[in-house]
């Protein structure tokens, strides 16, 4: 015969982990879904940033969210040679938003100060715009509790 480690044989002879097993198995699989537009999130260009997609809901009262409307069409097709240029997920949605309203300007499209300043530089998403979904890191020195909680 062959030697079996007496917790290998407990737990492979074990009704319980056996049956959890089965469960697992007999489960159906999540399964990826696709996004579907209707899920997704509608855009307003007149309520919605551009490059942002956050409104203002201090209706200007702040600076930092102030909402500056698009006027020429000179600036639409700034932005769109920006987006090629810079190749990445936000440029692609931005791009995704200009394709879909070619003329922005009779669209009455608006846009953060900020938002516009850091999409033209090739920096991120400003953090007082980022969607309310993503993780935002934690400035400043971690608190250690351990050792505070000893004194």
Not at 56 to 69: A, S, V
């Amino acid at each position: 015969g062959q030697v079996v480690h007496v917790h290998c044989k407990k737990e492979y002879t074990n009704t319980n982990v056996i049956s959890a097993l089965k469960r697992k198995l007999s489960a159906p699989a999540e399964r990826n879904s696709k996004n579907l537009r209707s899920q997704e999130v509608k855009f307003n260009y007149k309520t919605n940033c551009l490059f942002c997609g956050q409104g203002d809901p201090y209706q200007g009262r702040k600076t930092d969210f102030k909402l500056n409307p698009i006027m020429t069409l000179d600036y639409s097709s700034a932005c769109l040679k920006i987006c090629d240029k810079l190749n990445s997920p936000w440029s692609d949605e931005v791009k995704d938003r200009m394709l879909f309203c070619p003329d922005l300007p009779a669209a009455d499209a608006v846009y953060h100060k900020v938002c516009s300043t850091n999409f033209r530089t090739g920096r991120d998403v400003p953090r007082i715009f980022e969607q309310s979904g993503s993780k935002v890191k934690k400035c400043g020195k971690a608190t250690r509790r351990r050792k505070g909680e000893c004194f």
